[in-house]
Every structure is written in C-alpha cells, then in structure tokens.
C-alpha cells in the first residue's frame, strides 16, 4: 500500500515583518495565497525510513533526516509509538530554494501522507500543531487556499477570495536561504523603528472581491529590500514583468522567485513569454489560485 500527497505552492500577497523577537523569530502578518505549481509526496512502507526525489532541481533537496518530509514523519510517528519505517517519494515541481514553501510543502505533504497510511485518526488542530512545531509556513501548506498568518506565520485565519488571480513565476539562477533574508532585513532596519505587522485592510477587500487591480495596488513585501541587498540582478526580473505588463511584480517571500499579477489568464501566458526572452531568469511558470492546501490523491 501506498499513499500520495498532491501539496501547492504557496505566493505571499502581503508579508509584513515586525522586529526581530527574543526569540528569534519575527511577528509577521503574513497573506497566503496557495496557487496550482505542486509537489507529489508518495509513502510506502519500507525497512526504514529513506528519502528520494525527483523533478526540477531535486539535486538541491537533502535527502537525509533534515528534509522537512522526514521530520514530519518522525514527529508524527513520535507521537503516535509508530515506528516511521516509510519510503518517502518526492516528485517536485515547486522551485527550491524559491520563496514558494516547497520545502514546507514536503512536510505537509508527508504529514497528510503518514497520517493517511497508518491510520492514526489524528484530528485536524493535532496536525496543524505538528506543522507549526516542524515551520512557520507548513500549516498553510497543509490548509491551503488563503489565508492570513500571524505570529511567525503559523496561526491562520482563513480568507474569502472571490476570484480565480493569474500568476506569473520567474525562478532565479540561484538560490536565497531564508535566514540569511530574515538576517538582512535585520541589518537594513538596525535602529529604525519598525512597526507592528498588521494586514492591510485594502488587500483583504480585493481577495474578498476577486479584482485583481485592486490587489495589485495593495500587494507588498516587507523582506524584498532585503533580497533585492543580497540579490540586486532581482531587480531586473522586477523590471522585465512590469515592462511585459504585469499589474504587480514582487519578490515571493524570502525569495528569489519573482511573482507577477496578471490581469487574466491570457494576459499571464504574454509575460511569461516576455520574461522569457528577457534573459533575466531561469525559467518561467504560469499559475492560478487559490487551490486547495494538502490532498490525498491516491491511497
């Protein structure tokens, strides 16, 4: 018996960062939008637990006992006396690396997976605190469609979207880590008084209503500048997707991935094209949301 896991990826429509906390982390107001690009995660019993993967740049992706996919496991068979003895398949198809959550993705994936395979009856909120204990971004990667994060990002507030928004991806040449973005973003705002993260009220009305105009008005990025220090050629990704019409281009949480809102779907397909022949990224996507969060597609 086996069991597969189709899990999106994920574009922040608005991530606003508070001051670094005691502990580390950052309060964030944190506007998730799940969209069509997924990894497949597929479990199956084995001898031990082992870690493969395939598709785009599944080179990148560790394969041992750090893969967000193998701490899943083991935090759920640790709660439930299991012995996490799975083979964990990974086909990818969200970029590493990329600012999409694909690696939270994985471990949402993975957890739905194992959940499915042994049977374990565990409710809901005891999955949502799995993921919230393995990454900030896992939750939503399990909930899916949109939803507003607080705290690091891992507590959500479920979102109306009354449309269908077109997107455009432009992966870069290389990868951004996350805490070194966090760790930037620290530095730029050495000493400057950095508000509370609230989610504008402006962006939510435009979900709720389905108008893309109007969210491209509101979408921001608190953590862009700091990608944009660590990763200038960004810029001309940026510049590329508003030159080939985009009504709004941004960095994709942590980045590198460049995220452009399209007016519709045919609208989407010329930007793409456009970015594409610009030069200034690797490849390009197309993709629409919100799609629903993690999915039992075979079991």
């Known amino acids: 018996m086996s069991v597969t896991v189709r899990v999106p990826a994920k574009v922040n429509v608005q991530l606003a960062v508070g001051a670094a906390r005691p502990d580390g982390f950052h309060d964030l107001a944190n506007v998730f939008l799940a969209v069509g690009l997924h990894d497949e995660v597929t479990v199956t019993p084995a001898e031990e ?13 560790p394969l041992d006992r750090t893969n967000l996919a193998a701490r899943a496991a083991f935090a759920l068979a640790g709660r439930y006396g299991i012995e996490p003895a799975v083979h964990l398949h990974i086909a990818k198809d ?30 809901r909120e005891e999955l949502l605190d799995i993921c919230a204990e393995l990454g900030s971004d896992v939750p939503f990667s399990l909930v899916g469609g949109a939803a507003l994060g607080t705290g690091r990002g891992e507590k959500l507030r479920p979102l109306d979207v009354g449309g269908d928004f077109s997107w455009v991806f432009a992966m870069a040449e290389r990868g951004l880590s996350t805490p070194a973005v966090f760790r930037e973003f620290d530095r730029l705002t050495e000493g400057l008084d950095v508000p509370e993260p609230v989610a504008s009220e402006a962006l939510l009305d435009a979900l709720a209503k389905g108008d893309p105009e109007a969210l491209a008005a509101a979408v921001s990025n608190d953590l862009q500048p700091a990608a944009l220090s660590l990763f200038p050629e960004l810029a001309d990704t940026l510049a590329a997707g508003s030159a080939a019409g985009a009504l709004a281009g941004l960095v994709s949480g942590s980045g590198p991935t460049t995220a452009f809102l399209a007016r519709d779907a045919g609208a989407a397909r010329k930007i793409a094209d456009e970015l594409r022949a610009s030069g200034t990224c690797r490849a390009v996507r197309t993709a629409s949301g919100p799609v629903p969060g993690a999915t039992v597609i075979r079991a």
């Not at 637990?49 to 992706?61: S, W, Y």
């Not at 694909?102 to 949402?108: I, L, V």
């Open 49 to 61: 637990l082992r870690v493969t993967c395939e598709g785009p740049d599944a080179a990148q992706v």
């Open 94 to 123: 969200i970029p590493v690396a990329g600012g999409m959550a694909g690696g939270s993705a994985d471990g949402a994936g993975a957890l739905l997976a194992c959940d499915t395979l042994w049977g374990t009856g565990a409710s």
